[in-house]
């Protein structure tokens, strides 16, 4: 009897132990998964997000940690794969939502991990990231090393080659997001400019942080914002990070003054050597008051006539420059590629993605090479494949194209959206950049004109949002006739006659180059002035109407075109 009882207490406790270690089991291996509608009103599309069998929609209000943002959590879910659903809902009000008509627009598989939370945050543009976090406050580790060269180079190699934002934006999540990388200040710049949206290059710059390993040099990335809300924001997160940083420490560089800046002109002018010269400007450079526009810049370097020296001067203006999108305008001041390739390669320190030899001469595919190319992609039975296509050809380091030749493939793509994300993709390999602008009509959705203008914006242009008239420098055909017709005028002031005819027609829109090549037919350098300044209301490049200043010899000429400009 005794016998039996021992051997039933014996499987009594067995049962409990194994009762007990899987109920431990259990705890130990259900997490919870945070779901943020960040920025989700009554103002923006209303999203639906489905887990496993979990429905949640961002009309309805759950666990709101603020203003901007409303969280649902699921308790309790089991490390395993489990499978996520974004819907974007035709109706925000949330009576409709069982029966408003749905476009899915994200699905993935994901793993919950033992020993980590989940926060999926759904962004207004339906853009879903991922982010886990530690269970226990004390798992994290000080010991933080960025990852090794050779594997970062890969990683930038495969956001590279996505052909779209949207590819480009997923890899660098996943990337910041997987608990295993860590990344210096420098890496994560070099990712995100990659990145064309502002909104979602903050986004990434936030979801960076965790992996940072010298985050000292964090509010080093805030160059890379232009909007005064991006940065701000970016100072908001920073301060919840446990940052102090006053309002308004982040305040955008503003070049030197005219008044200012003429006179320090004027005094590099007046040393009599090309060492005191030079000295001059190191000192102004190096002076931590002081910043330049690209323009000025360019000006205290064509004073220098030592290459090597110009481009020592041009390295050490870089921390002074305040509109460093136009910084590459300063190449054609090189005549060696070598030197060219060493400014290349010092602004890859600083972040910048330039591929050697891409500032050399660009010249359009040959005819019988595009239309070989054109018939390609025609070929392509989908336009899944016309794109993947076209995103080979524009990413080809080797391959450069005149803005008609983009034209035309483009229009071979019927999504707006994949024409946006290969025409961003295409200005690398544009030849005549000035008239890239003229792609702006194949886009019928005037946010993805803006969006358009805010990716020209980023590469020196200047353009406005709500710019109703797309301005379009004149053909080549016409304007070599124009040419032709000034020529033929062989009295001078009957050539400034027509040509202020032609820039007083407001029909009539020119490049920088252009107004230089008809500005030159002019003798007379005060004609000449007063052309240059009525010639200002029809350029289309303004960034590059600085290129103009080296048609006068009189510094009062100058200063007097720079005083217009800077009040038009």
């Known amino acids: 009897m005794t016998t039996i009882q021992s051997k039933t207490t014996k499987i009594i406790f067995t049962i409990l132990l194994c009762n007990f270690l899987a109920i431990s089991s259990f705890a130990q291996s259900s997490q919870s998964v945070n779901i943020i509608f960040n920025g989700i009103n009554k103002n923006t599309k209303n999203y639906q997000v489905i887990i496993d069998r979990n429905s949640f929609y961002s009309n309805k209000n759950y666990n709101s940690t603020n203003n901007n943002q409303n969280t649902a959590v699921i308790n309790n879910l089991e490390t395993d794969k489990h499978t996520i659903k974004v819907y974007r809902l035709g109706n925000n009000n949330p009576k409709y939502n069982s029966t408003s008509k749905k476009t899915l627009v994200y699905s993935k598989t994901f793993d919950l991990r033992e020993g980590y939370d989940m926060d999926i945050t759904i962004n207004v543009n339906g853009r879903v990231q991922f982010s886990e976090s530690s269970i226990s406050d004390n798992e994290e580790s000080d010991d933080k090393s960025p990852m090794a060269n050779y594997e970062f180079t890969q990683l930038l190699q495969r956001v590279k080659s996505k052909w779209s934002q949207a590819l480009k934006g997923e890899t660098e999540s996943e990337a910041f997001n997987n608990p295993d990388n860590y990344f210096s200040t420098s890496q994560v710049r070099q990712l995100l400019t990659l990145i064309t949206s502002e909104s979602d ?79 001059t400007e190191s000192e102004a450079f190096n002076n931590p008051n002081n910043y330049f526009s690209t323009s000025q810049i360019r000006q205290l370097l064509m004073l220098i006539t030592s290459e090597s020296d110009r481009l020592d001067l041009a390295k050490l203006s870089y921390r002074s420059v305040t509109d460093s999108a136009n910084f590459t305008q300063l190449y054609d001041l090189f005549k060696t590629q070598e030197s060219r390739d060493e400014l290349n390669d010092f602004l890859h320190t600083k972040g910048w993605n330039i591929s050697t030899g891409e500032n050399a001469t660009k010249t359009p595919m040959p005819d019988n090479k595009f239309t070989a190319l054109l018939q390609s992609v025609r070929n392509k039975w989908s336009q899944a494949l016309k794109g993947e296509t076209e995103s080979d050809a524009f990413n080809n380091s080797n391959n450069y194209f005149s803005t008609s030749q983009i034209r035309q493939l483009l229009m071979l793509i019927t999504s707006e959206t994949d024409r946006l994300d290969l025409a961003k993709l295409s200005y690398r390999s544009v030849t005549d950049s000035a008239n890239f602008i003229r792609l702006l009509d194949l886009f019928k959705i005037q946010a993805n004109r803006d969006e358009l203008n805010n990716f020209l914006g980023t590469k020196g242009w200047n353009i406005t949002n709500n710019q109703t008239t797309i301005k379009t420098p004149m053909a080549d055909e016409d304007f070599n006739q124009l040419l032709i017709n000034v020529r033929g005028s062989v009295i001078q002031f009957l050539k400034v006659g027509y040509e202020t005819d032609v820039f007083n027609n407001p029909n009539n829109f020119f490049s920088t180059n252009q107004i230089r090549q008809l500005l030159l037919l002019i003798n007379s350098e005060s004609n000449r002035l007063e052309l240059a300044k009525l010639s200002y209301k029809t350029v289309t490049d303004p960034a590059n109407f600085s290129q103009v200043n080296n048609l006068f010899n009189l510094q009062s000429s100058r200063d007097e075109l720079a005083n217009y400009i800077k009040n038009h």
């Open 201 to 279: 290059r903050l986004d990434l710059a936030k979801l960076s942080y965790r992996s940072i390993t010298d985050s000292a040099n964090f509010t080093r990335l805030y160059d890379l914002f232009k909007t005064q809300a991006s940065k701000n924001e970016l100072n908001d997160f920073l301060r919840t990070k446990g940052w102090d940083i006053s309002t308004g420490q982040t305040n955008m560089k503003t070049p030197m003054v005219e008044s200012k800046f003429n006179p320090l002109l004027q005094n590099v002018r007046s040393k009599w050597s090309q060492a005191l010269k030079g000295e």
